[in-house]
C-alpha cells in the first residue's frame, strides 16, 4: 500500500516539475532569455555559437512534448479516420478574369508638351 501511494506522489510531482518546465512561467522567462541573446548579439557582446546554444536549448524543451508524441505515435494507425485515395474535387472552379484593355497609367511616366510631341522636359 505504501509502494502506490508514493508512486502517486511521485508521478504527480513529475507532472507539476514538466507543467512547471513548460507552462506560463517558463515561456516568459524563455522569451526574456531570447531577447536578452539577441540583444547581447546585436551589440556583439555574445559569440553566435552561445547565443544558438539558449536559443536551440529553448526550442527543446518547448519541443520535447510533441516530438516524443509524435516518435511514440509513430507506429499506431486510427482506424476511424478513412484514408482517401484522392482528394475530392472542388464544387466551384473560379475561372480566369478577363483581361482589361484599357490601361489609365499608359504613358504617365513620358512627359508631354502642350503640342503632342513627346521629349525632353528640359527644352533646347
Known sequence: MQNTASLN???SS???VAQLLTGTLATAISMLAVAGVGFALMQG???IRKGGAVI???A???SARPLAEGILGAGKTDQSTPVYDSLP???YIASAPEPVPFDPYAGASVPQWP???RGSVFRD
Open 9 to 11: 506522489v511521485l508521478g
Open 89 to 91: 474535387s472542388p464544387a
Open 45 to 47: 557582446r555574445l559569440p
Open 115 to 117: 503640342g503632342g510631341e
Open 60 to 62: 527543446i524543451v518547448f
Open 56 to 58: 536551440l536549448g529553448c
Open 14 to 16: 513529475v507532472s507539476w
